[in-house]
């Protein structure tokens, strides 16, 4: 199985400051179709996951322009500027590359 | 409108089996390049990916529950279904039903999620 090492497992952020996270694939997840098969998800308190970026870098639908994503190969950050309230919760990396698929242990982001 | 929703059994005794139903609106298992995918979570833990299942009736299942697992669905009633083999402790979890866009890949809409303890 593709194992996915977040870091950190928890950051506390100033509103209006920005933050970043990390993911870290045991394996390369460009496949040989070219895509990065990457995403990012947030779950806020007692809510169900919901996509923020998929293919490292692409913008879900009706998410914030202050998330971004970036890396290639087996390193992936996803940043977020001017934290905000709202974006309290776990992040997850995931990797769609290869079946089972598998989900980074979680990077809890509260408020200072 | 996309929407999901898990039902079934809550709660349940080593051995037995859970049996979960994910009802869906706003788009057909008939679709190509649509799926359904099952996740759990236990409780304050993280999330772990199960099996899914496609238009063309492709399936992927997670090896470490292949013996276990089987995903099926009803496409004329919209709903997909999970059913998990003689459970124990460590099935008890919240378990969610997503769809999966397969260009791009993604699981794009996920339901409220079901919790599922096992417990003697």
């Known amino acids: 199985d593709i194992m996915m090492t977040q870091s950190p497992l928890s950051v506390a952020v100033t509103p209006g400051e920005s933050a970043s996270i990390s993911c870290r694939s045991s394996?390369?997840?460009?496949?040989?179709?070219?895509?990065?098969?990457l995403s990012w998800y947030l779950q806020r308190p007692e809510k169900s996951p919901q996509l923020l970026i998929y293919?490292?870098?692409n913008l879900a639908s009706g998410v914030s322009g202050r998330f971004s994503g970036s890396g290639s190969g087996t390193d992936f950050t996803l940043k977020i500027s001017r934290v905000e309230t709202e974006d309290v919760g776990i992040y997850y990396c995931v990797q769609f590359l290869e079946v089972p698929y598998t989900f980074g242990a979680g990077t809890k982001l509260e408020l200072k | 409108q996309v929407t999901l929703k898990e039902s079934g059994t809550g709660i349940l005794q080593p051995s037995q089996a859970l049996s979960l139903t994910c009802s869906f609106s706003g788009f057909s298992l008939s679709t190509t390049g649509i799926c359904v995918t099952w996740i759990r979570q236990p409780s304050g833990k993280g999330l772990e990916w199960l099996a899914d299942i496609c238009w063309d009736d492709g399936k992927g299942c997670n090896p470490s529950l292949k013996n276990r697992l089987s995903i099926s669905k009803d496409t004329s009633n919209n709903q997909a279904f999970l059913k998990i083999t003689s459970v124990d402790t460590a099935d008890t979890a919240t378990y969610y039903c997503?769809?999966?866009?397969?260009?791009?890949?993604?699981?794009?809409?996920w339901g409220q999620g079901v919790m599922v303890t096992v417990s003697s």
């Open positions: 293919q490292i870098s």
């Open positions: 394996k390369s997840l460009l496949h040989s179709d070219g895509i990065t098969y």
């Open positions: 997503a769809r999966v866009s397969i260009t791009p890949y993604y699981f794009d809409y």
